[in-house]
Nanobody, 122 residues
Framework: QVQLVESGGGLVQPGGSLRLSCAAS????????MGWYRQAPGKQRELVAA???????NYADSVKGRFTISRDNAKNTLYLQMNSLKPEDTAAYYC????????????????WGQGTQVTVSS
C-alpha cells in the first residue's frame, strides 16, 4: 500500500509563491512517474506538471516559466515550486504517483494524494 501526503498549500496574494510537497510512504514499490494535478470548482482535473524517475519533466502551457517540479528519489518526495501565482491558479492540487511492485509478477498502479488547497487572492 502506498500513501501520498501533500502539504504546503494556503492563501497567497497574486504574484506570490508557494511550495507544495508530496511524501510517498509504504514499502515494496518503485515510483516511476510523479505529477501534480489541479482541479478548480466546476472544472475537470488537469495535469500541471510531471516528472519521471530520470528527471524528465513536462508542464502545462499555463504554468511554464512559473512553476518548477522536482523530486527527491531517495526520500520519495515530490515538490512543486510555484512562483508568480495568479488567481486562475486557485484550485485543489493533487499529487499522483505511478508505481510498480512485485507480487509474483510485476504490476503497475496509480495513487493519488488527498489534495491541498491553493488560493490566490488579494
Amino acid at each position: 500500500q502506498v500513501q501520498l501526503v501533500e502539504s504546503g498549500g494556503g492563501l497567497v496574494q497574486p504574484g506570490g509563491s508557494l511550495r507544495l510537497s508530496c511524501a510517498a510512504s509504504g514499502s515494496g514499490f518503485s515510483i516511476y512517474t510523479m505529477g501534480w494535478y489541479r482541479q478548480a470548482p466546476g472544472k475537470q482535473r488537469e495535469l500541471v506538471a510531471a516528472i519521471t524517475s530520470g528527471g524528465s519533466t513536462n508542464y502545462a502551457d499555463s504554468v511554464k516559466g512559473r512553476f518548477t517540479i522536482s523530486r527527491d528519489n531517495a526520500k520519495n518526495t515530490l515538490y512543486l515550486q510555484m512562483n508568480s501565482l495568479k488567481p486562475e491558479d486557485t484550485a485543489a492540487y493533487y499529487c499522483n504517483a505511478g508505481i510498480t511492485y512485485y507480487s509474483g509478477s510485476y504490476f503497475e498502479d496509480t495513487y493519488w494524494g488527498q489534495g491541498t488547497q491553493v488560493t490566490v487572492s488579494s
